[in-house]
């Protein structure tokens, strides 16, 4: 390597604090997101149910709005987590209360107890998020036009059940979700539907989840089923195992499960959200 002198050095490292200058003087600096949540009431039917709206309010600009369904303990923290989450990437989050009045379960028996209601009555179920997304489509921070929906367990069968019903969202994005038809009549849907399954999932049967799937392709939806290796139902809830061991259930975490159906589902939402029109 060739020595480098006295002056030639002292040219070098003034060159470098001129290009640093220069490069300063081009540098931006910007606040990331700032990510606020609250409580967001709805009415329908004589009842009122309490849904968490998340938004990034350093975001002047209208954004697209994405519903989540919750778990069937309710409209927990972890539903929350996700709202936040989806907030900071640039959507208008809402996490909608499937129970009313914001009920959450502590245990399986009343978390099957209050699933089973919602999914046995699906016109009230439909009412409920419709009143969710009238409200929330007249919010000077939601972009006209395109809305998706994802749910996890008891809330993956809801959005699929959104899309059977060819209720207005341009996706369905499913995690670990029961596969329960609750719709009597499918109706067409040509939207995106991604049903991301746990391959050792004990709660989920294959039968149930491949017809779900076939009606929802039947009725024109564009859908792609993920089977992750090893993965259980659960596998995206970090307290999974925590619940797995209190109350020995088949449920378990799955950190790269979790990571590559979240990564899948953000392009899907940006497909289905942020496309151009002229395309």
Known sequence: MPRIGGKNMVRLLLACCLGMLSLGAWAETVEGP???GETFEYSTGGKTYQGYLARNVNDDEPRPAVLLVHEWWGLNDYAKSRADQLAALGFVALAVDMYGKGQTATHPQDAKAFSQRVMNDWPTARASLEAAMAK????????????????????????????????????????????????SSPQPFDGIVQIHNGADDALVETQALESMAQTLSDEGAEVRVVQYPGAKHGFSNPHADADAEEFELPLAYDAAADAASWQAALVALDRALNRDDAE
């Not at 006209?144 to 996706?171: E, K, S, T």
């Open 136 to 183: 929330l489509r007249k919010e000077p921070y939601v972009r006209d036009g395109r809305m998706a929906a994802l749910g996890y367990c008891f809330g993956g069968g809801v959005v699929m059940n959104m899309a059977l019903a060819g209720m207005p969202i341009d996706a369905a994005i499913s995690f670990h979700g029961s596969p329960t038809q609750a719709v």
């Open 34 to 36: 700032k990510v606020v």
